[in-house]
């Protein structure tokens, strides 16, 4: 069983900057790791992910300020937010999937006042 803890989110004003942090129990067999979004009365969306290879995909609303990484070493996925607007506001959730299943955070309240 793959756990993900998540961290990060909170109250920023509009254009300022957060980053979120999902440590992720095991990475064995990974096939990708991301983080979505729920907004209120919205689907959940994807943000960004990362798959094994290294290569990166972004939500076109997010491209150019927000950028996902990885931290091998300590088994964590980095989301840093830039030049937030209130349409960021949502529930952050970290997502992790290996050859078998995917798993999910329990998702991170981001908001943002304009």
């Known amino acids: 069983q793959v756990q993900l803890v998540e961290s990060g989110g909170g109250l920023v004003q509009a254009g300022g900057s957060l980053r979120l942090s999902c440590a992720v129990s095991s990475t064995f067999s990974m096939r990708s790791m991301g983080w979505y979004r729920q907004a209120a009365g919205k689907q959940r969306e994807l943000v960004a992910a990362?798959?094994?290879?290294?290569?990166?995909h972004y939500n076109d609303s997010v491209k150019g300020r927000f950028t996902i990484s990885r931290d091998n070493a300590e088994n964590t996925v980095y989301l840093q937010m830039n030049s937030l607007t209130p349409e960021d506001t949502a529930v952050y959730y970290c997502?992790?999937?290996?050859?078998?299943?995917?798993?999910w955070g329990q998702g991170t309240q981001v908001t943002v006042s304009s």
């Open positions: 990362l798959a094994s290879s290294g290569s990166t």
């Open positions: 997502n992790f999937r290996n050859l078998v299943r995917e798993y």
